[in-house]
């Protein structure tokens, strides 16, 4: 056999050895919604009043008009508050000749407190609101036919801030101030001449999408997609087994799979790990939180050195202390 020839199938030997081993010892994911906790309680608030928001003059101009109009409908959607928009709240201004400036903010939160009860008042101002663009050439080439080519490239780039701030309309205290932002950018390529102009409406709109969904996030709870990655391997089955059923939603079978996998003798201790591992990877999403921790403790017991293992006993005291804020958050949207 030849040298070359010998050196090829060793090649591809290895590369079967090493898929093999992955196919052996790898992951296994199932993808889930959990709801996470707003960053602020706002117990004791069943509604939300949406105030003035301003760019940069002070002015409520047309972005700074789109972004309130975007809070209120997020808002809305999302069920959790009662909302109070702008439109009745400038009315009842007018109805009462409060406030001078015509502006719903902190100078008239309390003025309106006195009609509309206890509410949480959201205004803001437009700190930033730019949009830039740079030209630039990629290298010169030429293509396989001997064609020269020379790229432009055109790339935009806009960015939008804005200062949040939450109060309470019948005390005017401050419950929340947080600077938002987001920036988006777009390209546009062309050879040997300029690239065609880019639409910025687009990037402006995705802003003030993007800032809307984290404010939303601030004072909201929220759903989120998150991946749980259970360990497999040849010598454990029933995780293959317990994945499936968590795949269409039975845990309670799928983690008495996984318990029953602990009990097996004769496993090496890192596999052994493994089935600690997953079961208190699967208790966490059950909201079981001590007993993970417990399961989470025993594997890091057997693989002392796994970064996994103690990242993830990290994350399922992360996820209690967000279900316990979640909770009383709950609880404060009911009162």
């Known amino acids: 056999m030849l040298p070359g020839k010998t050196h090829h199938l060793r090649s591809r030997r290895f590369a079967a050895l090493a898929l093999l081993l992955l196919m052996a010892c790898g992951t296994a994911s199932v993808y889930l919604t959990v709801t996470r906790p707003a960053e602020i309680n706002l117990k004791g608030f069943s509604k939300i009043a949406i105030g003035d928001f301003v760019d940069e003059e002070g002015q409520a101009g047309a972005h700074a008009v789109d972004i309130a109009d975007g809070i209120t409908a997020a808002l809305f959607t999302s069920g959790a508050y009662e909302i109070l928009d702008r439109d009745n709240l400038a009315a009842l201004l007018s109805e009462h000749a409060l406030g001078e400036a015509g502006l719903i903010d902190e100078s008239t939160a309390a003025q309106i407190g006195q009609f509309i009860g206890s509410a949480a008042l959201v205004f803001g101002r437009i700190q930033t609101d730019n949009y830039k663009e740079e030209l630039t050439k990629e290298k010169p080439y030429t293509d396989k036919d001997g064609k020269s080519h020379q790229i432009h490239v055109r790339r935009g780039t806009y960015r939008l801030a804005v200062n ?16 938002i932002s987001a920036t988006k950018r777009a390209t546009k390529r062309a050879d040997k001449k300029d690239p065609a102009s880019i639409d910025i409406d687009p990037l402006l709109a995705s802003c003030i999408a993007d800032i809307t969904r984290q ?3 601030m004072i909201a709870p929220y759903e989120e997609q998150v991946r749980a990655a259970f360990l497999t391997d040849k010598q454990l089955p029933e995780t293959d087994r317990a994945v499936g059923l ?3 939603g039975e845990w309670a079978d799928g983690i008495a799979i996984l318990a029953q996998a602990t009990k097996r003798t004769g496993l090496p201790s890192d596999i052994q790990a493994k089935t600690f591992y997953n079961l208190g990877l699967a208790k966490i999403y059950v909201g079981e939180f001590d007993d993970a921790v417990e399961q989470l403790k025993t594997a890091l017991s057997l693989d002392p050195t796994s970064r996994r293992i103690q990242q993830t006993i990290l994350k399922a005291k992360d996820e209690k202390a967000k279900a316990e804020k979640l909770k009383e958050q709950m609880k404060g949207g009911e009162a």
């Open 164 to 179: 949040m701030k939450v109060i309470d309309v019948q005390t005017a205290r401050i419950l929340a101030v947080k600077n």
């Open 246 to 248: 968590f795949r269409v």
């Open 215 to 217: 404010f939303i996030r």
